[in-house]
């Protein structure tokens, strides 16, 4: 019998969640994701020194501050892994604009800008962006200007409906911080059936496929196999290599839960102004405390990217 990872790539589009290009071409996935967090640790490793003497050369050269040459870091790593996956590959905008419309349209356009200047068309990239109310109309925006968007830091049905209504090609709900909110507030033990996370994709799913959501389901974050398993058929997963490495192990029988032809009950359509959205938000605990943690980690690990590339510009001088 084929691998459990083989069986999920018959029913869903697997994704990498990592920046170790060496795990990725392990798994032969067909698209990959970043983050801030995934590029800090990769760029530390030696395999990856080149993609950040690139950088800081470039910034020696241009006189570039460390901002704009870690920018430039997260694109040669986006722009390597083009050339190992298939499909496409997220970048991640600067999490500190998430509450800020026009600066995260400028900086993902920024950021198309610099693939396109090394050959990598817009079609391959998905621009990540947080989803506060504001990633939503920016992302709304770069939509209509043919930047395809990854809605990320996902945790509740309202953001899900905001991206809906954005027309996000794609939104990242994150399984693994649901449960992990979950478990700390005290619930559980749960497992793969009602695991908050698995029941909050499949909440999202049937509502975007009940009412003809284009935007792709992404399930990402997940803490172990069986909440992957319990979302097989899902539009995307995006997978860890420790947890691909398990699926890839495992010869067992793997069922498909999820069907865009009986997708199951869907939640009623909502229907979302600013105030709206903003108010369902604040009445959900978990995905306003999650999103407000998963910007302020984003952030810092950014800010921690940068003060590296700054020691680095700074012994280079």
């Known amino acids: 019998m084929p691998s459990k990872l083989d069986q999920l790539r018959a029913m869903?589009?697997?994704?990498?969640?990592?920046?170790?290009?060496?795990?990725?071409?392990?798994?032969?996935?067909?698209?990959?994701?970043?983050?801030?967090?995934?590029?800090?640790?990769?760029?530390?490793?030696?395999?990856?020194?080149?993609?950040?003497?690139?950088?800081?050369?470039?910034?020696?050269?241009a006189g570039a501050p460390p901002n704009a040459v870690a920018d430039r870091l997260l694109v040669n790593f986006g722009a390597e892994l083009t050339r190992i996956v298939p499909g496409h590959v997220s970048t991640e905008v600067d999490a500190t604009l998430s509450f800020d419309v026009a600066c995260t349209i400028e900086k993902a356009r920024a950021i198309i800008a610099a693939y396109e200047e090394r050959g990598v068309g817009r079609e391959r990239i998905l621009i990540k962006v947080a989803s506060t109310w504001e990633g939503a109309q920016a992302a709304k925006a770069l939509q209509r200007d043919g930047i395809d968007c990854n809605m990320t830091l996902l945790f509740s049905l309202a953001q899900a409906a905001a991206a809906a209504d954005a027309r996000a090609f794609l939104v990242s709900p994150f399984v693994g911080r649901i449960l992990d909110w979950h478990v700390k507030a005290g619930g559980g033990p749960y497992v793969a059936e009602t695991d908050p996370g698995v029941l909050s994709v499949r909440a999202i799913y049937a509502y975007y496929k009940t009412y003809g959501v284009p935007t792709v389901v992404m399930g990402a974050s997940f803490r172990n196999v069986g909440e992957i398993e319990a979302l097989a058929g899902c539009d995307r997963l995006t997978i860890s290599p420790q947890l691909l490495d398990e699926l890839a192990r495992d010869q067992g029988e793997l069922e498909r839960r999820?069907?865009?032809?009986?997708?199951?009950?869907?939640?009623?359509?909502?229907?979302?102004?600013?105030?709206?959205?903003?108010?369902?938000?604040n009445e959900d605990a978990m995905a306003t405390e999650k999103l407000a943690e998963g910007i302020r980690l984003f952030a810092r690990d950014l800010a921690t990217l940068r003060e590296l590339v700054g020691k680095r510009l700074a012994l280079a001088a």
């Open 258 to 281: 999820l069907t865009p032809d009986a997708p199951g009950a869907a939640p009623p359509r909502l229907n979302l102004d600013e105030k709206r959205f903003r108010w369902l938000l």
């Open 12 to 61: 869903t589009v697997v994704v990498a969640d990592s920046g170790d290009m060496d795990s990725i071409r392990a798994f032969h996935p067909a698209e990959s994701t970043t983050n801030p967090t995934l590029i800090l640790k990769a760029a530390q490793l030696p395999a990856y020194a080149h993609l950040v003497d690139e950088a800081i050369h470039w910034g020696r050269k």
